[in-house]
């Protein structure tokens, strides 16, 4: 079990931005059959991104997912797609005119139904039924973590973009920005933004989730400059934030409790933060994205194409290749890429959704 104790830091700067509200035309609606088998593992089936895009971000709804790519239009500016899969094929297809802002983007789904996306140092709120958008701009960053990697001139290159994000139980959303030791606020209701500090300025949180009424987050930069180094836990109506040394780059939650992953499988009680440590398989693994399905760890072994299924003892069952590629070109062919995923996500009918970075094929597991 982990104990901890937090200095406290509260303290806020509010800036109301103007929201640009604008509706967006359904590109394509109704299932499209953009569904392929797998010669290599039985019951695997892939999906295309439109446009040969590459995945930045997923989130799980029902038994469908939403997918959020770049457009494959540029590499340099790339615009963004954000796509519903369900079992059958591609369902319906947005573009966001929004140019991506890098190879991290938020993207969660609030109780109203409406999609949140962040990238670059903007956010916006997508009605899935109308098409409606609206954008809300994040002003420059006011903090720095210290041990950030600066250019000669002295320039944090991507400070101040959005890493991740999530919707609280008030609707508001929350943001992580790369290199800024706080959480940016968005008031949904008011259109005012709110810069939260943490209780140190030492570390920028990057993975954001949020489980019974709190912010979970995992860090980025730390005072040891070992990245993934600790689990924050924030509390919305005060701004209060704790730090707890547990090294994680990943949260899941199962409603219950959470899942810290890293070099070691923890799990953490939401309320009082107490971990305990679970079994992780043998062998070297990629602690980038991970789930838990149904009690089990579900990873991709690093610098493989292979996911594997392990129980709370360390011992690995199910395994999914997936080596027939998961690049595919603008002519349709697929090319065999062993990159980190951009997400890993089970749905409710406990099938498993995944897709490697810089890959435009997405993974279905039954």
């Given at each position: 079990m982990t104990k901890t104790t937090f200095r406290e830091r509260c303290g806020v700067f509010a800036?109301?931005?103007a929201s640009a509200l604008a509706t967006l035309a359904i590109v394509q609606s109704g299932e499209r059959a953009a569904v392929s088998q797998s010669q290599t593992e039985?019951?695997?089936?892939?999906?295309?991104?439109?446009?040969?895009?590459?995945?930045?971000?997923?989130?799980?709804?029902?038994?469908?997912?939403?997918?959020?790519?770049?457009?494959?239009?540029?590499?340099?500016?790339?615009?963004?797609?954000?796509?519903?899969?369900?079992p059958t094929g591609r369902a319906r297809e947005f573009t966001i005119p929004l140019t991506a802002g890098g190879i991290q983007a938020g993207l969660a789904a609030a109780a109203d139904g409406a999609l949140w996306i962040a990238t670059g140092r903007q956010v916006v709120r997508l009605d899935p039924a109308t098409g409606a958008v609206r954008t809300i701009p994040l002003p420059g960053p006011t903090l720095a973590v210290p041990n950030a990697n600066k250019v000669p001139d002295g320039t944090i290159l991507g400070w101040g973009n959005a890493t991740s994000l999530a919707v609280d139980d008030f609707g508001d959303v929350w943001v992580a920005r790369f290199a800024v030791p706080a959480l940016t606020r968005v008031r949904v209701a008011?259109?005012?933004?709110?810069?939260?500090?943490?209780?140190?300025?030492?570390?920028?949180?990057?993975?954001?989730l949020s489980v019974h009424g709190a912010i979970w987050f995992t860090v980025n930069y730390?005072?040891?400059?070992?990245?993934?180094?600790?689990?924050?836990?924030?509390?919305?109506?005060?701004?209060?934030?704790?730090?707890f040394p547990i090294g994680a780059s990943t949260l899941v939650t199962d409603g219950a409790s959470i899942s810290a992953v890293g070099v070691r499988w923890l799990g953490i009680d939401p309320i009082t933060g107490a971990a305990t440590e679970r079994a992780m398989p043998i062998g070297a693994y990629d602690q980038s994205v991970s789930t838990v399905a149904a009690g089990q760890l579900v990873m991709r072994i690093a610098r493989e194409t292979k996911l594997t299924f392990s129980d709370e003892q360390g011992r690995i069952g199910r395994t999914i290749a997936y080596d027939e590629g998961s690049f595919q070109d603008r002519l349709g062919n697929a090319n065999r890429a062993s990159s980190r995923l951009a997400f890993l996500l089970v749905t409710d009918d406990r099938a498993v959704w995944f897709a490697p970075q810089g890959g435009s094929l997405i993974y279905r597991s039954p």
């Open positions: 800036i109301v931005v039985p019951g695997l089936a892939t999906y295309a991104l439109p446009g040969s895009g590459f995945a930045l971000a997923g989130v799980a709804s029902g038994d469908r997912i939403w997918v959020l790519a770049t457009d494959g239009a540029t590499k340099t500016t790339p615009g963004l797609t954000l796509t519903n899969f369900s008011s259109g005012v933004v709110d810069e939260v500090p943490l209780s140190t300025t030492a570390v920028d949180p990057e993975r954001l730390s005072p040891s400059r070992v990245l993934n180094s600790a689990v924050g836990r924030l509390d919305p109506p005060t701004g209060s934030s704790v730090l």
